[in-house]
Each structure stands twice: as structure tokens, then as C-alpha cells.
């Protein structure tokens, strides 16, 4: 919120008395010069200020409101009666009157300021007792406090932060907990890392009983190359380092970067207990995935991820992550019209602050992300070999007995439920407000092992939410039962020091290695990336014996693919991998997509298997029983989701619908595996009619400006239209009297195309539609304006409605305003006046759509040779995959040869030679992170191999770069 639109002297009237009394006090201080005193309490002053702001402005604003509508304002304009009513809510006696109304909010604030007071005088009376030793901190003696800043972190237990002091002799950090630990981690580094120039490091303490005080440490970017693969190769060193003490929490705040050495500022969440695991009943094998992902080095926080809670839906705060340009800018609530009786809350887009952890102002993760990998790895091996000289357990044994925090909830829980008990309905009536933030407290309990569950624990959060701190829970390693807030205890006695010995001792490394090389992913906003400016060109491409060339290509990645599976004594079977979802990319087991989810897994073994019976792939053993066994994984997790959704109650978001990521992929991934022969044509209708109330329940209940109903071909809307289409086909037609499972998913298809019409945007003769984070729409396939267009023009060649095949030219109009004659290509707008050549951003994808209008109209021709061009010299040698590389544009370059609208001198053999050539030479290349293998169809190596597959010219499977399965006539 603006925070400064209700001034100070709004709330001094409440400020003022605390802050009388804590000048009092201070003036008892011995060892405080009178100005020293003063910036104390003027910090004290700013800190409750700042509290108290935002714990109030939307009571206030609603007072406001009402105070306007009831016409107690009588100043002639707008802003002299904000100065009005601002000068009546400067006087002690407005806020008791509030009480008839908000009865708890009076005293709450007192509690909040209260607090903030004595937690200042806290400071002031250790900062004075141990002014003289604090000298090492700073390299000289302390000298005066100029300036004090509260508010480096969470509150605490009755407002206590941390503090930054600036002295006449240089900057000390504050820490009202234990330092303890930080001092036993850095005597750990030391004897770990003794023989490593520019180790990693964590600050210099001085420690106090249940205090401490720390080193500033200053951010500093790397001088040069050399100082970023030392900077790179330490990060991989604190996963190591993490990974064996159970580190958690390492957020971007966490982690500083100072030249070469990035330090870790804040190090209390050490052996952080396990969470139980309950089982879910989606199968064994996606359990055990589960577990593996969440006890791998991921735990640590360091690695990218995205967040999933409302405020930070999409956001990367971890430390080696948060890059700058790939973050979201999450919606908050701000203050508009300020200064006027018409103000108000609404929410809009605030960009993240850069942080300090990255070693330049414009970090290329990708570029170093081997030294990461190598870091990681190097140190771990030499961990392993400490262990078994017997020389590690010592070094952990010093931390048994030493204060840790853990954090059983995330910050952001607390954060949503701190803003629903300060919100002016909940003041209102604040035993309605307790019960409702206990029932959600539990419920996520229930849901999430590991988390708080005791209702007395839960009462005591709720009471620390209301005096405006986070809870907060802590231990020692010996004894691992958890103090929680106002003195309550919580969770089982455990070592957690030989709990997280024996976890580090029994885990894959091979594991960690993989998790981090797909981590890198997390990092980027978009699918299209580049680790580094490498061009994956063959230096001679090779004609010779293409066919067995591309067979042993092929089976290669099959077999990686079928080593790689996550296989369970129940039969069932999944991959880890870097996971596309409705918040950006992360590391998890597969979904049931088909784009980047277990769905494209099947479709591609049951093709590889279509392909092998017909003699045009080689045999791979155990494919049979794998695609068996992926099969049941499938059956299994939808059956089971549909029945917790008939037992939950209440409103649940939507899954989101779309034809790559969503409800209308699993519809044509179901007709695609019936198409080649997987599973029988009564099942997969069945299955996929199954999904078309859940369509139709998503598109009734997200309102029209909700960001999780998209409207893209990927995600949104638009990619749900022809699946629909195509299960109506499949059951006989709209009309058709064989199942109504056919003509609710051809309605529904033309209720979406409404909906997509009535959403347009249009301007001289051109539609286009907003995307998060790109109000003005984007160009291409996947995401844009192409894709949609598209599954209009095909929704008017169904139903005849002019509407549709309207919008769908406006529509295709508007990417050719993006197309660039002298870059020949179209413009990325994500990108500064750059053009693309990928499926999901660019030619290729344009391209395809146009192959396939082609066949009704004749002017697509001409579009299919500027999108060949454009792929073939500049669509190759970025990847392998389908989304953004070289299979992709493949595709793509084999329509505009066989149509003849390719560039001269292309044909089948030579491109084929190009490809096949790049993959042997360069080994298949995902785009995620050199070594990594992922296993599925758009973005990962899967989709290589079903390219591989269609290469051979008698090859009948369909394309996957439209979502159109067809009805198999041959």
C-alpha cells in the first residue's frame, strides 16, 4: 500500500504516548549520548509508524467512505474534506469511537506499538552494555550510532527484528536471537573448505545470550570472468554445505553476493525436520517421487522456484534464483486517490525490488550453471570421504545443543492470514475472524504434514498474528520437540543432527545432480531460454544412412527414458522433471498434461510402440510393460482426483483448460492414445467426455478479469476449443444420439468462442487479446494471437458462424502487423524489436497453424514460405525439443518441401542430415541445462523422439503441434 497516504499525523495521537514512555526510559540508559538516544527513539517511531499504516488503512479508508456517503463531510471539494476528515482522525477520541464498531482494534494497536517500543529500548540497552566489544565487527573501535533502521526481516515475539546500526566506524547488524549457530557453521567451512581461495563464508559475530550482533556485509558485483566461475562454483558449494546440515529458508534475502563470495547473512534454519509423508493414493511410484523431490537438495530453498501463494503466485525469492527481468509483478494492494475523500484500495502490478544476492547487475545463470553443477558435486564427493575418515560427525556434533529456528508454515501463509485478521470485517467481529483463521490453519495441517496442528499451538499463532508479529517456532538439534509461540510446545522428540546425517548419508547424489541441472529452469519466466549462445549447428551434416541413423537416435533416448522412470511394486510410474505449471516452471513429478506431463509420456511410448510393431523403430525392451504401467498411473490419478473433488466441499479453484497445460491437452491425449491403439475408443471417450463438465465449471466460475482463466492456445480457453471438437467427432456429431458426452463438448466449444469473441480487443480490422503480464496481447501459436485465431477459424468451419471466422481473420491480421520485412521474421514482443522462429514464440508455430489452414484457403501459401525461411535460417541449432528448437522448425521445413514453398535447394535429405547431424554431434539438448534429461513431449527430449519416429516417410502418426486428434480413417 501507499505508505504515505494516511499521515503521521493521523497516528501520532496513538504513537505518541508509547513513544513519550520510551524516551523516558531511554534517558536511563547509561553509555548513550543524548543523540544517539533520539535516533533511537526516532527509529522506534518510524517502525511502529509504518506498522500501524498498514494495519489500519483499510479501516480508515472505509471509515472515510462512509463518512463521504453519510455527508458528515461537508468541505466543498474532495480534498478539503480528506483535510476535514484527517484533522477529526488526528484526536485519540475518533479512534475510541471506532471501538463501537472494530472493538479489538484499539487495544491491538496499542499491543503492535508497544511492542515496537520495547524492542527499541531492547536494542539501545545491549547496544550500550556491549558497544566495546563490538569493534571486530567493524575493524576499529564502534564509535557513535548516526542512524538505525528496524525492520530487516520479520517481526518476532513482541516486535523484535532485526536491526541495521550505523556507526561512525561502519555499519553492525543486529539479531535478536542466537548467534550461536552461525559461529559453529563457520568453524564447519573453515575445516571443510580450508585448502578453497575465496571460500564461502557466513559474517563475524559477536555472541550474547539469546542475541547476537554480525559483520555487515557489503554487495559487491564480480571483477570479471574469473571471479564469476569462483562466485558460480560457491553457490554449488552451499548446496552441498545445505544439503548436509538440513538447511532450509535460504531465500534471495538470505544470501549476499560480495565479489566471488556469496554469503550467507542469515543461517538459523538449520536441520530442519522432515515432514511425515502421508500417501496420497495417486500410486506408489508418484509418492516415492514425491518424497525424493522433497528431500533433495530442493529443501534448501537456495535453487529456483515459484511460489504458489496468492500474493507471490509465480514469484522466485530463492537465493540463487530471483533473477532480474524473470519475475512476475505480483498484484498488491495500493492506495489511490490519495489525499481526496474518494480514496480507496485497489490492486496493481509492483515490480520486486532487485536483491543483492547476484554477482552482476545482469546475471547469465545459465551461462555458469555447470559451475554450479560442478561446485555441488565437487564438494559433496569430499564430504563423503570426511565421513568416512570419521572426521564429519564431530564437526556436526557441535550443533546439537545449539538455538535453531524452523519454519513449519511458510511466510506467506502467515502473511495472508496476518492480512485477513487486520481486515476491517474481522476487527468487526474478531471471534468469527479467530475461528475462521483456525479452521484454515488446521486444514492445511490435515493437508500438509508437518505442519501445526495442535489446537492450542494454532490458538497461540493466531494471537501472535494479532499483535502484527510471525510466529515463531524453535529447538535445539538434540532435542528437536519445537517452543512455539506464547510458550507452547509442538511435534516429536528427534536428533535431528544424526536425522540429517542419516538423510545426507542415504541420498542420491546422482539424484541432486539432476534436480539442480533442471532447477535452472525454474529461474526463466518463459519456455524459450537459451543456456548460452552456443549454436547447436552440425559442422557437416551427413546424409549417409539417415533411416538407421535416426532408428538408433531414437532408441537411445528410449532407453535413457525408460532408466529414468520412477517405477513402483504397485505398478505405477513417473518421471522428475522440470514441470510447467500454472506459476512458472519447477522440479516435481509429472503432471497429467500433455505438454510437459505424463499424458505426452504415454502418446509418445504408445507411438514408439505403434512404430516398432510396424518394423519402423527398434525394439527397446520393457516399452511394453512401461507403457503398461504409465497407463495405470494415468487411470489411476484421475479416478482418484475425481473422487476427492466429489468429497470436497466449498468452492476449489480451477484447473486450467487449455490444449498443452490443462483439461483439453487430457481430452486429446485420451483420443490420441485410442488413435494409436493404447487404449480402447469406449475408454478414452469416456475419459475424456469425463472432463468437459470441468471445462465448462472453469469457464462459469472464474470472472472475467480472473488471471487463471487464460485464454491462450497453452493454457487459456482457446486450446480447448478444437479438443472439444474433435470428442464431439468422435462421438458421431453434435447431433448425434450415441452419448451427449459429444453434443455438451461441441456446445461447450462454441460457448468458449463466444466467450473468446467477447474478450477480443480490436482496432483497424485487427484482434488481439491481453496476456498475463502483456496487457496488449502477444503474436504467435502457443501463446498469442495465431493460436487463437486458429481455434476460431476452426470453431467457424464447424458451426458456419460468420462471428467467429470474423475475429479469427482480425486475428491474423494482427500478427502480420508484427511481421518485420527486414528481419524476415515476426516480432517477439517479449523481446526488444527481436523476432522469433520457435513453435510456442515465432515462425514455426505460425507456420503450422498456416500448414493447416492451408488445405481450405491458398493464401496461407505465402505465410508457409516466410515462416520456412524464417526457420530455416534461424529456427536450428538453439535445441532439440518440439516448443523452441530444431524438431519444432523440423516440422515446420517438412510442410513447405513437400508443398514446395521451402528456400532452394532444401529438401528432405538435407534437412533431415542437418538434424540428425546436430543430435549426433552435440548429443540430444533439451534447452533446461546441459546433462539434464527430461523425458517429456513439448519441452523436453520425449518430443525428439516422436519427431524421430514421423521422420520416416511411411509414418502415419499425427502431428502434436496442434491439439487435433483426429479421427483415424486409414
Known amino acids: 500500500m501507499h505508505k504515505d497516504a494516511i499521515s503521521a499525523a493521523v497516528l501520532g495521537c496513538l504513537l505518541e504516548p508509547a513513544l513519550a514512555g520510551l524516551a523516558a526510559q531511554l534517558g536511563r540508559i547509561g553509555g548513550l549520548s543524548e543523540a544517539e538516544r533520539e535516533i533511537v527513539r526516532a527509529a522506534a517511531e518510524t517502525s511502529a509508524l509504518e506498522t500501524v499504516r498498514l494495519k489500519t488503512n483499510r479501516v480508515l479508508l472505509l471509515e472515510l467512505n462512509a463518512a463521504r456517503i453519510t455527508g458528515r463531510l461537508t468541505g466543498r471539494d474532495p480534498r478539503a474534506r480528506w483535510r476535514e476528515w484527517e484533522e477529526r482522525a488526528s484526536k485519540r477520541a475518533y479512534w475510541e469511537s471506532l471501538a463501537e464498531h472494530y472493538p479489538t482494534l484499539l487495544p491491538r494497536l496499542e499491543r503492535v506499538i508497544a511492542g515496537r517500543c520495547a524492542a527499541a529500548l531492547t536494542l539501545a540497552t545491549r547496544f550500550a552494555a556491549d558497544r566495546p566489544a563490538l569493534a571486530p565487527l567493524t575493524s576499529t573501535a564502534t564509535?557513535?550510532?548516526?542512524?538505525?533502521?528496524?525492520?530487516?526481516?520479520?517481526?518476532?515475539?513482541?516486535?523484535?527484528?532485526?536491526?541495521?546500526?550505523?556507526?561512525?566506524?561502519?555499519?553492525?547488524?543486529?539479531?535478536?536471537?542466537?548467534?550461536?549457530?552461525?559461529?559453529?557453521?563457520?568453524?564447519?567451512?573453515?575445516?571443510?573448505?580450508?585448502?578453497?581461495?575465496?571460500?564461502?563464508?557466513?559474517?563475524?559475530?559477536?555472541?550474547?545470550?539469546?542475541?547476537?550482533?554480525?559483520?555487515?556485509?557489503?554487495?559487491?558485483?564480480?571483477?570479471?570472468?574469473?571471479?564469476?566461475?569462483?562466485?558460480?562454483?560457491?553457490?554449488?558449494?552451499?548446496?552441498?554445505?545445505?544439503?548436509?546440515?538440513?538447511?532450509?529458508?535460504?531465500?534471495?534475502?538470505n544470501l549476499v553476493a560480495a565479489g566471488p563470495v556469496p554469503t550467507v547473512v542469515d543461517c538459523e534454519t538449520l536441520f530442519t525436520p522432515r515432514s511425515p509423508f502421508e500417501p496420497t493414493g495417486y500410486g506408489l511410484a508418484?509418492?516415492?517421487?514425491?518424497?525424493?523431490?522433497?528431500?533433495?537438495?530442493?529443501?534448501?530453498?537456495?535453487?529456483?522456484g515459484r511460489g504458489l501463494a496468492l500474493g507471490w503466485r509465480g514469484v522466485d525469492t530463492s537465493a540463487i534464483g530471483s533473477l532480474p527481468g524473470q519475475q512476475p509483478a505480483p498484484k498488491v494492494p495500493v492506495i489511490v486517490d490519495a489525499g481526496t475523500d474518494a480514496a480507496r484500495i485497489e490492486h496493481a502490478e509492483v515490480?520486486?525490488?532487485?536483491?543483492?544476492?547476484?554477482?552482476?547487475?545482469?546475471?547469465?545463470?545459465?551461462?555458469?550453471?555447470?559451475?554450479?553443477?560442478?561446485?555441488?558435486?565437487?564438494?559433496?564427493?569430499?564430504?563423503?570421504?570426511?565421513?568416512?575418515?570419521?572426521?564429519?560427525?564431530?564437526?556436526?556434533?557441535?550443533?546439537?545443543?545449539?538455538?535453531?529456528?524452523?519454519?513449519?508454515?511458510?511466510?506467506?501463509?502467515?502473511?495472508?492470514?496476518?492480512?485477513?485478521?487486520?481486515?476491517?470485517?474481522?476487527?468487526?467481529?474478531?471471534?468469527?475472524?479467530?475461528?475462521?483463521?483456525?479452521?484454515?490453519?488446521?486444514?492445511?495441517?490435515?493437508?500438509?504434514?508437518?505442519?501445526?496442528?495442535?489446537?492450542?499451538?494454532?490458538?497461540?499463532?493466531?494471537?501472535?498474528?494479532?499483535?502484527?508479529?510471525?510466529?515463531?517456532?524453535?529447538?535445539?538439534?538434540?532435542?528437536?520437540?519445537?517452543?512455539?509461540?506464547?510458550?507452547?510446545?509442538?511435534?516429536p522428540q528427534q536428533d535431528l543432527v544424526e536425522a540429517a546425517l542419516h538423510r545426507w548419508r542415504t541420498a542420491d547424489l546422482a539424484l541432486d545432480r539432476q534436480v539442480i541441472q533442471c532447477a535452472l529452469v525454474s529461474a526463466y519466466l518463459n519456455e524459450g531460454w537459451l543456456p548460452d549462445e552456443r549454436r547447436l549447428l552440425p559442422s557437416k551434416p551427413d546424409k549417409h544412412d539417415l533411416d538407421g541413423r535416426r532408428r538408433r537416435l531414437a532408441s537411445g533416448i528410449m532407453r535413457r527414458l525408460a532408466a529414468s522412470a520412477v517405477r513402483a511394486e504397485d505398478g505405477t510410474a513417473t518421471w522428475i522433471a522440470p514441470v510447467l505449471n500454472r506459476t512458472g516452471w519447477?522440479?516435481?513429478?509429472?503432471?497429467?498434461?500433455?505438454?510437459?506431463?505424463?499424458?505426452?509420456?504415454?502418446?509418445?511410448?504408445?507411438?514408439?510402440?505403434?512404430?516398432?510393431?510396424?518394423?519402423?523403430?527398434?525394439?527397446?525392451?520393457?516399452?511394453?510393460?512401461?507403457l503398461t504401467d504409465v497407463l495405470r498411473?494415468?487411470?489411476?490419478?484421475?479416478?482418484?482426483?475425481?473422487?476427492?473433488?466429489?468429497?470436497?466441499?466449498?468452492?476449489?479453484?480451477?484447473?486450467?483448460?487449455?490444449g498443452?497445460?490443462?483439461?483439453?491437452?487430457?481430452?486429446?491425449?485420451?483420443?490420441?492414445?485410442?488413435?494409436?491403439?493404447?487404449?480402447?475408443?469406449?475408454?478414452?471417450?469416456?475419459?475424456?467426455?469425463?472432463?468437459?463438465?470441468?471445462?465448462?465449471?472453469?469457464?462459469?466460475?472464474?470472472?472475467?478479469?480472473?488471471?487463471?482463466?487464460?485464454?491462450d492456445m497453452v493454457a487459456g480457453t482457446a486450446g480447448a476449443v478444437v479438443p472439444l471438437l474433435r470428442l464431439a467427432e468422435h462421438y458421431g456429431g453434435p447431433g448425434a444420439a450415441e452419448h451427449r458426452g459429444g453434443h455438451e463438448a461441441a456446445e461447450l466449444a462454441v460457448a468458449i468462442g463466444h466467450h473468446l469473441v467477447a474478450r477480443a480487443r480490436t482496432g483497424d480490422g485487427t484482434a488481439w487479446w491481453p496476456n498475463p503480464g502483456f496487457p496488449d496481447g502477444l503474436g504467435g501459436l502457443a501463446h498469442g494471437v495465431t493460436g487463437i485465431g486458429w481455434a476460431l477459424s476452426r470453431l467457424a468451419q464447424t458451426t458456419g458462424d460468420p462471428t467467429f471466422a470474423a475475429t479469427a481473420e482480425a486475428a491474423f491480421a494482427h500478427e502480420e502487423t508484427l511481421y518485420a520485412p527486414g528481419k524476415h521474421g515476426w516480432l517477439d514482443i517479449r523481446q526488444e524489436n527481436d523476432t522469433a522462429a520457435a513453435w510456442c514464440h515465432g515462425a514455426a508455430g505460425i507456420g503450422i497453424a498456416a500448414t493447416d489452414l492451408l488445405g481450405t484457403d491458398p493464401r496461407w501459401a505465402d505465410v508457409v514460405r516466410r515462416a520456412a525461411r524464417a526457420c530455416w535460417s534461424d529456427g536450428l541449432g538453439w535445441n532439440h525439443t518440439l516448443c523452441h528448437g530444431d524438431?519444432?522448425?523440423?516440422?515446420?521445413?517438412?510442410?513447405?518441401?513437400?508443398?514446395?514453398?521451402?528456400?532452394?535447394?532444401?529438401?528432405?535429405?538435407?534437412?533431415?542430415?542437418?538434424?540428425?547431424?546436430?543430435?549426433?554431434?552435440?548429443?540430444?539438448?533439451?534447452?533446461?541445462?546441459?546433462?539434464?534429461?527430461?523425458?517429456?513431449?513439448?519441452p523436453g527430449l520425449g518430443g525428439v523422439v516422436y519427431q524421430l519416429l514421423r521422420m520416416h516417410p511411411d509414418s502415419t502418426l499425427p502431428s502434436v503441434l496442434l491439439p487435433d486428434p483426429c479421427v483415424d480413417r486409414s
Open 143 to 253: 564509535g557513535e550510532l548516526i542512524a538505525l533502521s528496524f525492520g530487516a526481516g520479520d517481526s518476532h515475539r513482541g516486535g523484535q527484528t532485526v536491526a541495521m546500526l550505523a556507526c561512525t566506524s561502519g555499519v553492525l547488524v543486529y539479531k535478536p536471537r542466537s548467534v550461536a549457530v552461525d559461529i559453529a557453521l563457520a568453524r564447519l567451512l573453515a575445516s571443510v573448505l580450508k585448502d578453497e581461495p575465496a571460500r564461502i563464508t557466513v559474517p563475524d559475530v559477536v555472541s550474547r545470550d539469546g542475541y547476537g550482533w554480525a559483520r555487515h556485509v557489503q554487495h559487491r558485483h564480480c571483477d570479471g570472468e574469473r571471479e564469476l566461475r569462483v562466485f558460480y562454483r560457491n553457490l554449488g558449494h552451499w548446496l552441498a554445505v545445505m544439503r548436509l546440515l538440513g538447511g532450509s529458508d535460504l531465500h534471495a534475502e
Open 286 to 304: 508418484l509418492d516415492r517421487a514425491a518424497l525424493l523431490v522433497g528431500g533433495s537438495v530442493l529443501g534448501t530453498g537456495l535453487l529456483p
Open 351 to 491: 515490480p520486486i525490488p532487485a536483491a543483492v544476492n547476484h554477482p552482476s547487475p545482469e546475471p547469465v545463470l545459465g551461462a555458469y550453471w555447470d559451475e554450479v553443477v560442478a561446485g555441488f558435486g565437487g564438494l559433496s564427493e569430499r564430504l563423503r570421504r570426511m565421513d568416512r575418515a570419521g572426521e564429519l560427525e564431530p564437526l556436526l556434533a557441535q550443533f546439537a545443543d545449539l538455538p535453531i529456528r524452523v519454519v513449519p508454515r511458510s511466510t506467506e501463509t502467515y502473511a495472508e492470514l496476518g492480512r485477513m485478521l487486520w481486515h476491517p470485517r474481522a476487527l468487526h467481529d474478531e471471534p468469527a475472524a479467530r475461528r475462521r483463521a483456525a479452521s484454515l490453519l488446521a486444514r492445511q495441517a490435515a493437508n500438509l504434514p508437518g505442519r501445526p496442528d495442535d489446537p492450542a499451538v494454532i490458538a497461540a499463532e493466531i494471537e501472535e498474528l494479532l499483535d502484527g508479529d510471525v510466529p515463531f517456532f524453535a529447538t535445539t538439534p538434540r532435542k528437536g520437540r519445537l517452543t512455539g509461540p506464547r510458550g507452547t510446545t509442538w511435534g
Open 586 to 626: 519447477a522440479v516435481l513429478p509429472l503432471g497429467l498434461d500433455l505438454y510437459g506431463g505424463i499424458s505426452g509420456v504415454a502418446v509418445l511410448l504408445a507411438a514408439y510402440q505403434h512404430e516398432t510393431e510396424r518394423g519402423r523403430a527398434d525394439p527397446v525392451p520393457g516399452l511394453r510393460s512401461l
Open 633 to 658: 498411473t494415468l487411470r489411476k490419478v484421475e479416478d482418484r482426483a475425481a473422487e476427492q473433488a466429489s468429497e470436497r466441499v466449498g468452492a476449489r479453484r480451477p484447473d486450467p483448460v487449455g
Open 660 to 711: 498443452y497445460l490443462g483439461l483439453g491437452s487430457r481430452i486429446w491425449g485420451w483420443l490420441l492414445l485410442h488413435r494409436l491403439g493404447a487404449v480402447g475408443r469406449y475408454e478414452a471417450c469416456a475419459r475424456a467426455a469425463s472432463l468437459v463438465p470441468q471445462i465448462a465449471a472453469a469457464l462459469t466460475t472464474s470472472s472475467p478479469a480472473d488471471d487463471d482463466l487464460r485464454l
Open 887 to 938: 524438431l519444432g522448425a523440423w516440422e515446420l521445413l517438412d510442410h513447405a518441401i513437400t508443398r514446395g514453398l521451402s528456400e532452394p535447394g532444401l529438401d528432405r535429405g538435407r534437412l533431415d542430415a542437418h538434424v540428425l547431424s546436430s543430435l549426433e554431434e552435440y548429443g540430444p539438448i533439451s534447452g533446461f541445462a546441459r546433462d539434464a534429461f527430461p523425458p517429456t513431449l513439448l
